[in-house]
């Protein structure tokens, strides 16, 4: 906003414009007033299990469910975040040009889905095994984490590049919303396992089906956004 709210001047150089600073504050005040709490809830919710382990005083479970979630997030994390910067650039254009997105968003989905299945059934299959064959045997126990949160995980890497499609079509009431359902869902995953009584493999069996759920629905909305009929309904960012 600061870059923007320059204006260029005879000798080349460039004076702030208040009025402009405004103007593009008021633009783009959405990103603030959705965006900011939408990101806090979401991290609020990666945290329940380590909340209700905790208070389980399941303190083991808690380490083993941090390293086996920073096992496979990172390479997640990094992957998928290469490919939203992309995704967003190319989906932006294309918004701009004909007022949708969908091909851009239906290819990228294919592509996420095609690299992230393997190495998610792999884990499945063969996660302890495999953390215990690179990493040594004292992380078999993490590599269970691993393989229970993999699902989880796959959603996300197919979501998270996905979700910037609300903010490039200026659904950030949307991003928020679908947050705090994100929240509710994944809280009631891990409450019904509380209930049933479940062991800490439980907990977390809850935790990564609620979040499965939850990131499967983001995907359908932000692709339901991207669509030429969606564009109707929403007001302009």
């Known amino acids: 906003i600061y870059t923007r709210s320059q204006l260029p001047i005879a000798d080349g150089s460039c004076r702030f414009s208040v009025l402009r600073t405004i103007a593009l504050l008021k633009r783009h005040r ?3 007033i959705f965006s900011t709490p939408s990101s806090f809830i979401g991290n609020f919710s990666m945290q329940i299990p380590i909340y209700v382990l905790g208070l389980m005083g399941q303190a083991a479970w808690i380490g083993l469910f941090t390293r086996g979630r920073q096992l496979i997030s990172m390479p997640v994390t990094l992957a998928a975040g290469s490919v939203a910067q992309v995704y967003q650039q190319r989906a932006a254009e294309q918004y701009r040009n004909t007022q949708t997105c969908w091909k851009v968003f239906r290819k990228t989905a294919i592509m996420l889905t095609s690299i992230g299945l393997p190495p998610t059934l792999v884990l499945m299959f063969s996660g302890p095994d495999l953390c215990e064959f690179a990493l040594g ?4 126990a993490a590599g269970e984490v691993a393989r229970i949160l993999a699902p989880m995980l796959l959603m996300r890497f197919i979501c998270n590049p996905l979700a910037t499609t609300f903010h490039v079509v200026g659904a950030q009431k949307d991003d928020l919303r679908f947050a705090l359902l994100t929240a509710a869902i ?3 995953g891990v409450a019904i396992s509380v209930i049933l009584k479940s062991s800490p493999h439980g907990i977390l069996v809850g935790y ?7 990131y499967l629905f983001y ?11 969606s564009n109707a309904v929403l007001s302009p960012a």
Do not use: E, H, I
């Open 30 to 32: 959405r990103f603030a």
């Open 219 to 229: 995907t359908l909305r932000a692709g339901w956004l991207s669509r030429p009929q």
């Open 137 to 140: 045997p004292n992380w078999r």
């Open 208 to 214: 990564s089906a609620g979040y499965f759920l939850a």
């Open 186 to 188: 994944v809280s009631t």
